[in-house]
C-alpha cells in the first residue's frame, strides 16, 4: 500500500534551534518525494521536491531510500517558518497524483 | 487571474442535498486535481483530469461524487444526497503538465463544505 507518515503533529522550537520533519513512506517502486507547506491564512504550497535536490528557504531534504525516510531539515529555525508542513509521495505512474501525511504544525518561538 | 481559484469558499448544506463546487485553474495547465481534506488531516486524493478527459476517478469515496472538466479548463465537482462525512475542506489543485513530468501542482484555497 501507498503510504506517507508523519508522526509528529506538533514540533516546537525556539528560533536558531535546528529543525527536523519526519516523514516516512510506503511505496514499492520509485516513487518521487514531495514537500508542501502551508503557511497562516494561505494556500498550500510547494516547498521542495527531492529530485531537485535544492535547498529551499534554508530547508533541505534528502531521500533515503534504505531507510525509505524524506525528512525534511533546517539548521537554524527563524519564526517565519511556523506553518503546517506535509510529506507527498507521487507514485510516478501515468498520473501526478500525491499522496499526502496527515501533516506536522511547525511553532518556531521567538 | 493568477492562481487556483476556487468557488465558494464556504459551502454549508443540509444533509441530502446536491452540491457543486467550482474549480478554475491556472490558464493553460493541462492536469487538474481534486482533493479531500478532512478536519486533521493531510489532503486525499479524489479524481484527476488530463484535459476534459478524467483518467483517475479511483479516490472517488462513493457513486454520489461526480466530477467533469468538459472542455478541458472549468471543472466541477458534484456530489449528490450529501452526507455529513463529506463535510470536509475540497481541494483543486492545476500542474502544467501530464504524465511522468510531475510538474508542481498549484492549490486553489479550497472550498469548506460543511454538512448540516
Known amino acids: 500500500a501507498q503510504r506517507v507518515t508523519q508522526p509528529e503533529k506538533l514540533l516546537s522550537v525556539f528560533k536558531g534551534a535546528p529543525v527536523e520533519l519526519k516523514c516516512n513512506y510506503s511505496?514499492?517502486?520509485?516513487?518521487?518525494l514531495f514537500w508542501y507547506v502551508q503557511y497562516s491564512r494561505q494556500r498550500l504550497q510547494l516547498l521542495l521536491r527531492?529530485?531537485s535536490r535544492e535547498s529551499i528557504k534554508g530547508f533541505t531534504a534528502d531521500l533515503n531510500k534504505g531507510e525509505t525516510s524524506f525528512h525534511l531539515k533546517k539548521p537554524f529555525a527563524q519564526e517565519e517558518d511556523s506553518a503546517m508542513y506535509y510529506c507527498?509521495?507521487?507514485?510516478?505512474?501515468?498520473?501526478?497524483?500525491?499522496?499526502f501525511g496527515t501533516g506536522t504544525r511547525l511553532q518556531v518561538f521567538p | 487571474g493568477a492562481g487556483v481559484s476556487q468557488s465558494p469558499r464556504y459551502k454549508v448544506a443540509k444533509r441530502g442535498q446536491d452540491v457543486a463546487l467550482r474549480c478554475d485553474p491556472i490558464?493553460?495547465?493541462?492536469?487538474l486535481f481534486w482533493y479531500q481534506q478532512a478536519l486533521g488531516q493531510g489532503p486525499e486524493f479524489l479524481t484527476y483530469?488530463?484535459?476534459?478527459?478524467?483518467?483517475?476517478k479511483s479516490g472517488l469515496p462513493s457513486d454520489r461524487f461526480f466530477a467533469e472538466r468538459p472542455e478541458g479548463s472549468v471543472s466541477t465537482l458534484k456530489i449528490q444526497r450529501t452526507q455529513q462525512e463529506d463535510s470536509a475542506v475540497y481541494l483543486c489543485?492545476?500542474?502544467?503538465?501530464?504524465?511522468?513530468?510531475?510538474?508542481?501542482?498549484?492549490f486553489g484555497d479550497g472550498t469548506r463544505l460543511s454538512i448540516l
Open positions: 489543485a492545476s500542474s502544467l503538465a501530464a504524465g511522468y513530468s510531475n510538474q508542481p501542482q498549484h
Open positions: 511505496y514499492s517502486g520509485s516513487p518521487e
Open positions: 527531492h529530485i
Open positions: 507527498a509521495l507521487s507514485p510516478a505512474l501515468n498520473t501526478d497524483k500525491l499522496i
Open positions: 490558464s493553460g495547465h493541462v492536469s
Open positions: 483530469f488530463q484535459n476534459e478527459a478524467q483518467l483517475d
